[in-house]
């Protein structure tokens, strides 16, 4: 047993009550032998080798595919942080910070106001998570940009750094909270932890900590320090909590950084001790995620990104609206009925026929469809309270036909749009496009961009900091990106 | 089922992937039927209730012994921030987080920097965990007075408040973090969370949120964005993290409440729902403890303070020495041996025969006797590396001899000390001094104060401050505590 082992064990000891002590010791004693028959191996060095391959990792080393989607994690991550910084979520929570914050040093996307970098870190972070639209890895459901793109985009402006350099601490912290979040999914996520705010905040400190150069102590105690502090309930859904989540995780993880690289300590092993992160916080832990084919497998490839700003359930009808409409220049006032062969499952969640609001509309498979042959989009302009109130949604609506067909996996669909001249187009989707298999295209990603940044930054702002996210390996310092996303 | 419930559900929905949607439902079903056979009847509002209760509590209403112990946890915070504010801990968090730092709005306590609200609840936090030597809810092992003074006395010194208020507030803040404490205790504690910060970050919120008038949704909102952020994990103990827990979780829930004061909202049930903050974070919820009899039973009125600056197995034997020595005016060079009956925890966890260093000590029943029959105390002085090298203290540690003894339970002790004149001085000590059974006199509380603060804060202002303290119900503004504790 280690000095430190030893230290820890008696000073955890030495502030317990008597009563306490007995028992504890009783069930510690119980729990080991469980715990012993349960588990073939116990985890070595977890978080060490973890922050070893943080500190080691060199942008050089990442494969093309790899820094290419971490290329479009960062401009969809942009993009969602211009669009939602107008929400009244942001107005509340820079006018209940201001007063606290620290010297102005970083950017708020899409504002004026200019906050330190922690506080900037969480309402950049709250900002990218309103709508939704964030990006998603879809292993785990967690949106990974949130917590570290704000937090390092934050950093990037205190502390110069180049987009080289940043675009692999960008690629490290999703990688990290990705890895740890398939090492406790689902388990963890099912009980009730909101698991972007959980794991996030590892992704931001690894990213952080990458950016201040900690050496591989230093990254172990961030990541110690982040484990202290998981964020988010899936209560909150619903609320501005939900939002509140990736942005905390983001200053969290930052915090958690800023404070190693200071020498400020935590203990070696805290994600995989036994108390620790992963076996307080989940009844199941997969330590081959974290600490597997590091460098080789790359969870941050996987990245994905919606193309509508609406539940997952619902975009395989979107995109045959889309694709039918598109390739037959198809009017609404052309269409007899639109029938629709959907899994059961999109009716129970997305079964609402007169959505009145905005919100409302992304929970009825009659709005997306009708309000996408019209439109053209799904994106959130579509599920605004003008969308669901406009004649020709609302005439065009009443016409789609949803069939429960149990044959049809949740990712199918089938539309078949019956024209008012008695022609039938039809179209199957097998995986809508922002899946896996059907990744959104560049061109697609730059469309979704421009539509949600749209009337908050300049037209010409939006092409130039498009131009500046496709070409961040090329930046000397890539705190410009977010110098352009504010407003003057 | 009201509106926001079901906007609550159908965003969650929305935000999930397809192959998740279906797993989930199916998890979800199942868990249902476990819940519903377990469990008899479903908690209702909960943190609702407790939230109308913070709102609606005066001053006025509380009984006097309430009163007087919440007046004893100020003073006893107060000293123990001062000292521990010259730690090396405290310097690391001070040098990385003043530049990010807001207005200085706050004192921190025992040193001249100034620092915003946030940062500062985080760093006076920090100083009165650092010796384990803070106030102990025994029934849960927390630690209430770090989360909710260290929170509650720097937003004082932004927006002035009564003493009484301050008192009001400080006893709710207790109250609420003990009740949920006990809600989840003892499971919750056992599988690794460090409660002090998980309960403790409620009481800052609660706290906090009394001071900033919130209304009844308003606080309920606290409470949640306070549920979204609990601190700490016990692998953490042994290193500066473990300080860092109750630092953050006053940090965190003072955030809380702030962003609640602007209408930052979160769901109404998070204490209590299904994937609220208990059902996640524990596997025992016992929500009578949470509701039951508010403004009757008061967990804030048992709250109890360490005579002796290490773990309270140890406790008894000290005190024992201690009134020995004082009532036979004992000089180590009279004495032959100590015999010494003690309970077999005693030698399993503070066996240690030869501490090197004065941390150490804290693990050494052999020091511990020797330098309370020397010096007449058992305060951090007593378990620095000067105490544990000092030649008598070393001398007399030899002729300590403790005798496992398990009809002895681990609060008492039998002493006997055996003369070189063949006198025998015995003493058995049913509860050490510091129990419930034995408070601490206030007179003790003064030593043990004036013992911390001695070289910190100049003794003129030592009287001072704990007069201040003495007196907090009659202050006018209740931020000259924090005024006159810090250092110019």
């Given at each position: 047993m280690r000095v430190t082992d030893r230290r820890t064990l008696l000073q955890a000891a030495a502030a317990l009550p008597l009563t306490s002590v007995a028992a504890n010791i009783a069930m510690a004693q119980a729990a080991d032998a469980t715990d012993a028959a349960a588990k073939a191996?116990?985890?070595?060095?977890?978080?060490?080798?973890l922050a070893r391959y943080l500190v080691?990792?060199?942008?050089?080393?990442?494969?093309?595919?790899?820094?290419?989607?971490?290329?479009?994690?960062?401009?969809?991550?942009?993009?969602?942080?211009?669009?939602?910084?107008?929400?009244?979520t942001v107005d509340i929570a820079v006018a209940a910070l201001g007063p606290f914050s620290g010297p102005q040093q970083a950017s708020l996307f899409g504002r004026r106001e200019r906050f330190d970098i922690m506080n900037a870190a969480f309402i950049n972070g709250v900002s990218s998570h309103i709508f939704d639209f964030d990006d998603t890895h879809l292993k785990t459901i967690i949106h990974p940009a949130g917590p570290v793109v704000s937090a390092i985009i934050a950093l990037a402006?205190?502390?110069?750094?180049?987009?080289?350099?940043?675009?692999?601490?960008?690629?490290?912290?999703?990688?990290?909270?990705?890895?740890?979040g398939n090492a406790v999914y689902p388990n963890h996520y099912d009980v009730g932890w909101h698991i972007t705010g959980t794991a996030g905040v590892f992704g931001s400190a690894a990213a952080a900590g990458k950016l201040l150069k900690l050496n591989e102590q230093q990254m172990t105690w961030a990541l110690g320090l982040a484990a202290s502090q998981p964020v988010g309930l899936r209560e909150s859904f619903g609320s501005m909590n939900k939002s509140f989540n990736p942005g905390r995780a983001a200053s969290n993880g930052l915090f958690a950084a800023i404070l190693a690289s200071k020498n400020f300590t935590s203990s070696d092993g805290m994600i995989e001790a036994k108390r620790g992160w992963a076996n307080t916080i989940s009844t199941k832990q997969d330590y081959g995620e974290i600490v597997g084919e590091l460098g080789k497998r790359y969870e941050a490839a996987l990245n994905t990104y919606k193309p509508f700003a609406c539940g997952i359930v619902l975009h395989p009808a979107i995109d045959a609206a889309i694709q039918l409409r598109n390739e037959n220049r198809l009017k609404a006032d052309q269409i007899d009925y639109v029938d629709l062969k959907v899994n059961p499952l999109v009716l129970e969640l997305t079964g609402k026929k007169t959505p009145q609001q905005g919100l409302e509309g992304k929970f009825s498979i009659y709005h997306a469809v009708a309000v996408a042959i019209v439109e053209?989009?799904?994106?959130?302009?579509?599920?605004?309270?003008?969308?669901?109130?406009?004649?020709?949604?609302?005439?065009?609506?009443?016409?789609v036909v949803p069939v429960i067909t149990p044959e049809i996996k949740p990712e199918q669909v089938e539309?078949?749009?019956?024209?008012?001249?008695g022609r039938k187009l039809s179209r199957r989707i097998e995986h809508a496009?922002?899946?896996?298999?059907?990744?959104?295209?560049?061109?697609?990603?730059?469309?979704?961009?421009?539509?949600l940044a749209d009337g908050i930054v300049p037209a010409a702002s939006i092409r130039r900091i498009m131009d500046a996210c496709w070409n961040v390996e090329g930046l000397s310092n890539a705190a410009d990106i977010a110098k352009m996303s504010a407003t003057a």
């Open positions: 191996a116990p985890p070595k060095d977890v978080t060490r080798t080691g990792a060199s942008y050089d080393a990442l494969p093309a595919n790899v820094r290419k989607e971490g290329v479009r994690t960062l401009l969809n991550w942009v993009g969602v942080a211009i669009g939602g910084s107008r929400h009244e402006e205190m502390q110069p750094v180049s987009g080289k350099e940043f675009l692999n601490a960008l690629v490290l912290g999703v990688e990290t909270e990705c890895r740890i053209g989009a799904g994106g959130e302009k579509q599920f605004s309270d003008r969308a669901v109130t406009d004649p020709m949604v609302l005439s065009l609506r009443g016409k539309m078949t749009i019956v024209l008012k001249d496009v922002g899946s896996v298999e059907v990744p959104m295209t560049d061109q697609q990603l730059e469309a979704k961009f421009s539509d």
